[in-house]
């Protein structure tokens, strides 16, 4: 990628580095280099932590964060309300909850959203585990935390519909949350402002 | 920098990946999440690509390429004409030029530019080096491919004056529109030097 005269390791490099999630071919070589610059202060750590992530983050069981421990720390923290359950679609949106601070139960992490467009059925996503979690009687509120989009909406819909016969409270964000927003581009205010307003569903 | 209940071996990895060039700390989360989400897949091969590279990779003592060898193999290639020199800022520059496929000589990587503002001295840079190859006789020609910015300018100006006793050609890249661009979208001074550089057809 780099070019025919690029030793196969550095175009090795470029190449895996090129899958993360916004790096392009350019600034794929561009991070290369930079590691290539800095073999002992960047490259080896990051080789490293790499490693050790691969070796010891797993999935909790229980909500589907990642974490070195399983159940997570956040489900086992005794700190904790157990009674209180948030939705989320993603790892990246249960990260921004907790930067915003405004939340001390625990997760529930669905892995995405229900989507006619792409064929995302209740089966592909986390979404047993949740009823069956909430039936098992603990959980007095569920606080479904998922995108304000679409097919956001659209999942929290059939979840509230599913969780019916819990007998447990849902509720949702409060519409401090941007039509068309994403959890995790929103500053923590935000955050924790739609979280104190949330509504009964 | 996920968040107060992140484990530390996450928290580091997001800390390293937001080191890289071109990666703030959101990327960087989105980064370690992806690579989280498939850790045999990419985060391991990954992680094996950098500590081979940081193991295997070193910067050549002629042309300050970053190789597999030392020399590297475009100082070394039996194909390559070894009386001409490119000289360029930086690597990717290499890499651009190998994969423009234009130039069939060798190297020459300064490590950046002179520039007052930065106090970046000729001392700081390859330059010295440069001057000695040249000096050694067998080059014939030093084609200057710096960016046309003011510092990559000055730079070429301080290497021109200083290669002038050694009698080899010094060249510079032509200015000029680039292929496939649009004169309305180029700043005034590469019309004025493509205008001024006009060829009769
Ligand atoms: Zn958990
Ligand atoms: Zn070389």
Redesign the interface.
């Known amino acids: 990628m780099?070019?025919?005269?690029?030793?196969?390791?550095?175009d090795?490099?470029i190449t895996?580095?090129a899958?993360?999630?916004?790096?392009g071919p350019r600034?794929a070589?561009?991070?290369?280099?930079?590691?290539?610059k800095a073999?002992?202060k960047?490259?080896?750590?990051?080789?490293?932590?790499?490693?050790?992530?691969?070796d010891?983050?797993s999935t909790c069981s229980v909500c589907a964060n990642?974490?070195?421990?399983n159940p997570c720390?956040?489900c086992t923290?005794p700190g904790r309300d157990q009674t209180a359950i948030c939705v989320v679609q993603?790892?990246?949106d249960l990260?921004?909850m907790?930067?915003a601070?405004a939340f001390r139960g625990t997760y529930h992490v669905l892995g995405g959203t229900l989507s006619a467009l792409d064929g995302i059925r209740p089966e592909d996503l986390n979404i047993a585990a949740l009823i069956g979690r909430v039936s098992a009687g603990k959980t007095e509120e569920v606080i479904l935390a998922m995108n304000a989009t679409v097919d956001g909406q659209t999942t929290a819909h059939y979840i509230t519909e599913h969780l019916e016969k819990t007998g447990a409270r849902v509720s949702r964000l409060a519409h401090g949350v941007p039509i068309g927003g994403e959890l995790?581009?929103l500053d923590d205010g935000t955050i924790a402002a739609a979280m104190k307003s949330r509504r009964l569903l």
Chains 1, 2 share one sequence.
Request: aromatic content about 4%; overall charge neutral; charged content about 20%.
């Open positions: 780099a070019g025919p005269s690029v030793s196969p390791e550095i090795r490099l895996l580095l899958r993360l999630p916004g790096l600034s070589r561009r991070a290369a280099l930079h590691l290539l073999p002992d960047l490259m080896t750590p990051l080789a490293s932590a790499m490693t050790i992530a691969a010891r983050i990642v974490d070195s421990a720390h956040i923290a993603d790892v990246s990260w921004a907790e930067r601070g995790d581009y």
